[in-house]
């Protein structure tokens, strides 16, 4: 009764948190996929149109100017991410002074929220109060950065601060591979007379092959998801300048009176997130059983 009761004490602890999961998790996501098969619009409705309302989205210019946005927001913020967080991972590997006061400051802007980010970076970015008036009052009244204003370049005010705030989590997921690296392969390189960079470029990097993914799978889904951010900086605009998919979202369920076409955009951003998670888990998997 004893042995018994052990094995099942874990299940019932786990089990009103599982069950809450359950349904506000997977519930609502089934849920959305229903209401992206609806007539809603201001309210949920019930009535069957199919395929109706994703055959809307894509006629919409503007929820391909959210992708075509996305695009440019995504790959950059990975690549300047992954670029700049292993370029840090790397001199911190290098047994610098001060390492253990260095790398707070580097994963400090994680923990602020998206929200803090995004107001602190608009306020730096405007014109009026910003760095622009910053220089003017220093006396360089040539100076020009007016980014935030622009259609062209607002989208790029945004990576800076999606940058400025991931790439030292970046870092901390690279120098945990880099600690990781059997110091025997490194030695026996040295022995042969390999530089350092020749080190990292031919052994190191490719070994750490999986933080490169890992560090993908979670850039991507927070490019994919980005909202808050936006909302903060740009407010989506100037005009749709930084509309991203996140936006168009909730714009279209909860002030377009179209829950229909926000429900099935969700649903899209949920099957981008899952052609991402997927292949992940399957290697992932498959590397395990390989072992």
């Known amino acids: 009764m004893k042995q018994q009761l ?3 004490l874990p299940k019932l602890v786990l089990a009103p948190s599982f069950a809450l999961v359950l349904f506000f998790v997977y519930g609502f996501i089934i849920y959305t996929g229903y209401l992206s098969l609806s007539d809603s619009r201001m309210l949920p409705s019930y009535g069957f149109v199919g395929l109706e309302n994703y055959d809307k989205l894509w006629a919409l210019r503007h929820w391909k100017g959210a992708l075509s946005n996305l695009a440019v927001f995504g790959i950059l913020y990975i690549v300047l ?5 292993l370029t840090l991972a790397i001199l911190l590997d290098q047994k610098i002074r001060m390492e253990g006061f260095l790398r707070p400051i580097y994963l400090y802007p994680m923990a602020l929220s998206f929200i803090v980010t995004g107001t602190a970076w608009k306020w730096f970015l405007d014109p009026g109060i910003g760095l622009e008036n910053t220089m003017h009052q220093w006396g360089w009244e040539s100076f020009e950065f007016r980014w935030i204003k622009s259609r062209t370049h607002a989208i790029y005010t945004v990576v800076i601060a999606a940058v400025w705030q991931s790439s030292g989590f970046v870092m901390a997921m690279f120098l945990a591979g880099l600690r990781g690296v059997d110091t025997e392969i490194i030695r026996a390189a040295e022995i042969d007379g390999a530089s350092r960079i020749r080190i990292y470029r031919r052994i190191i ?19 994919i998801k980005s909202y808050d951010l936006i909302i903060a900086l740009t407010g989506g605009g100037p005009g749709k300048a930084t509309e991203l998919p996140a936006t168009f979202m909730y714009s279209y369920t909860f002030t377009r009176n179209s829950m229909g076409i926000g429900a099935s955009s969700a649903i899209v951003m949920l099957v981008m997130i899952f052609s991402i998670i997927i292949p992940y888990l399957y290697s992932e998997l498959r590397a395990s059983r390989t072992q």
């Open 205 to 223: 990097i490719p070994l750490m092959r999986p933080v490169f993914l890992s560090a993908f799978v979670v850039l991507a889904h927070l490019a």
């Open 81 to 85: 991410c992954t670029v700049l967080g």
């Open 6 to 8: 052990q094995a099942w």
